[in-house]
């Protein structure tokens, strides 16, 4: 029979921050006893279990036997319950995003300091001290991991260690952003004062765990677009946490030099047409389609994923399927296109002009199952190339006279206005005569077509 904790002669009071589970069994040891194998069933249903109505009856247990009722803990884990409400989470990829029972995690420097286990360390991907910024332990130097029913009086392990005596080890900068980023969101208190509000990255716990497992599945598209094998992360971890750096800038300003670094070694496309099954298409497809979860998502990291797409983003064709790309520069791209325009003023008296007015450019979906668009792509970076090594536009006269009739641009025109009037003039063609226009560019630039 289990008796209320005030029917023990020594009632310790509980700590702010104390965990449910580190409160009960300080008492206990208090009084010289071990955890009750009941009660230690009682707080993993309260935290483990997926099923409402088991939650509510271990709650209910507990408060009777404690003889209080923690607001705070009730919103946890009965209430708002920040773990995946439906059924299945490791099938979604969310096995993580589940509290710890009956594995003990503590910090020394912690216990050392207040004597008591701490509630944040209970909570998923916290697995360093967001104060003393060190691993947390959960296994004893005799070899067996800390559990509720080993936990001996005064917070020793069964062989009779002092937990507060473990040694530990600095952790990753990451894991200490982590964590700390946990801490800030989950408004228990801390007897070591309040977490800092610029460290959240959202507004509640739970919205907190849904950005952090979207950037897991950023994390995910990164190592696919990596050219340097990456590990696969099974739960977010160091990866996730680098990219909380100087949230929410640091992430895009991440993703871009992620994506220059990868096209380091194509300097000569200015545009990229990409298909559905390249890793970079499918990791900006992540980034665009971030905004079907506003309602989950904070409006910060929404506004960053979009951030990265308009960067990319080309005037000849939407963005992600074409962009610019990602190794140059935006001065570098001006740079480049107000060279072409400037090198094809010079192919206009080989030109044929036309009467009618001009038309203003329009950039319709591009079909990726017709090669038209990929040799409009690829014509538009051979004559970029060409501008900018100094290529005479009299090797290109051939390829001047061939051209589709149409009116010269104003010598003012933006670099911009001129790229999508240029596009627009090519996309009046057929088939076969873009590539006898393709071939001749080709032919008048020295180079062939499978090396464009």
Known sequence: MLLELAGYPLRPTRQPGESLAG?????????????????????????????????????????????????????????????????????????????????????????????????????????????????????????????????????????????????????????????????????????????????????????????????????????????????????????????????PDGMEVRVRRLLRFRYRHDQNSLVLLLDDAHPTKRLLDYLANSGKLASVLPADLLQSARAVIEHLGSPIGPAPTLIFNPALSISERQQRLTSLRDWWSDLRDWMEVEDAPTVAPSSPSLYLDSLDARFRMQLINLLVNAARTGISPQCFRRFAVVWPPARPLPANASPEVFIQTLDAQLRTVSTMHLQYIYELACHAAGVTGASV
């Open 23 to 247: 409160f009960v069994s300080r008492h206990f040891g208090t009084n010289g006893h071990w955890m009750p194998e009941a009660l230690h069933r009682a707080l993993s249903t309260l935290y483990r279990s997926e099923d409402a109505s088991a939650r509510e009856e271990a709650w209910e247990l507990i408060c009777s036997l404690t003889g209080q009722a923690s607001l705070a803990d009730r919103q946890i884990w009965v209430e708002e319950r920040f773990t995946l409400p439906e059924a299945a989470p490791r099938r979604k990829g969310r096995h993580w995003q589940r509290a710890y029972s009956s594995k003990v995690r503590v910090c020394p420097y912690c216990l050392v300091e207040h004597g008591v286990h701490l509630a944040i360390w209970e909570l998923p991907l916290v697995d360093a001290c967001p104060r003393h910024g060190c691993l947390l332990v959960h296994r004893c130097e005799c070899g067996n991991e800390l559990t509720w029913p080993g936990m001996g009086p005064d917070w020793t392990c069964r062989c009779g260690k002092p937990l507060s005596s473990l040694p530990t080890r600095p952790a990753p900068k990451s894991l200490r952003l982590l964590a700390q980023t946990v801490a800030a969101a989950s408004g228990l208190p801390s007897p070591c004062g309040s977490s800092n509000s610029a460290e959240r990255i959202a507004n509640n716990l739970r919205q907190t765990y849904e950005v952090l497992f979207w950037l897991q599945g950023l994390v995910a598209l990164i190592a696919e677009t990596s050219r340097i094998p990456v590990p696969l992360e099974h739960r977010p971890g160091r990866r996730v946490g680098y990219l909380l750096r100087d949230w």
